[in-house]
């Protein structure tokens, strides 16, 4: 697809962000077990030491999946904003290239909607597109 175009310029951002999510769903999926151990091994045998150090892994991979949730945001960000920037960068130039008779045909105000509005919407579009892909099916699985 065209609009993909502009994607394959990040595609290093495009993998990495799923990639943290995935790590992200991993560290989520990872609680209800840990949780499971406490009570049937902890409780059942009255291990408090047992309990503390389970109970520091779940701390520790909340911590780790809140690192890895923030990295694939920031590089789902950065590979939706900069996608976004490069289209709407071609489509500035496409309409500054347009002749007088084809602007009055669109209008002034629906050329400044297709920069900004439309362009955005794609921008989320492509960001929700990096985030879902991955978290919807990881956490069906």
């Known amino acids: 697809m065209r609009i993909f175009k502009y994607l394959k310029k990040y595609w290093f951002f495009?993998?990495?962000?799923?990639?943290?999510?995935?790590?992200?769903?991993?560290?989520?999926?990872?609680?209800?077990?840990?949780?499971?151990k406490i009570v049937d091994i902890g409780l059942e045998n009255q291990d408090l030491e047992f309990i503390i150090k389970v109970g520091a892994m779940m701390l520790a991979s909340?911590?780790?999946?809140?690192?890895?949730?923030?990295?694939?945001?920031?590089?789902?960000?950065?590979?939706?904003?900069?996608?976004?920037?490069?289209?709407?960068?071609?489509?500035?130039s496409r309409v500054i290239n347009l002749s007088f008779?084809?602007?009055?045909?669109?209008?002034t105000g629906s050329l400044v909607t297709r920069l900004t509005n439309d362009i955005t919407q794609?921008?989320?579009?492509?960001?929700?597109?990096?985030r879902m892909c991955m978290r919807s099916p990881g956490m069906l699985i």
């Open 62 to 92: 909340v911590f780790v999946g809140g690192i890895f949730g923030i990295l694939s945001g920031v590089f789902t960000n950065l590979a939706a904003f900069k996608y976004s920037n490069d289209m709407r960068k071609d489509l500035f």
């Open 122 to 130: 794609i921008q989320n579009f492509v960001n929700t597109l990096l």
């Open 14 to 36: 495009a993998i990495l962000a799923p990639l943290f999510m995935v790590g992200e769903v991993f560290m989520d999926l990872l609680q209800p077990k840990l949780m499971a």
């Open 101 to 107: 008779e084809q602007t009055h045909q669109f209008t």
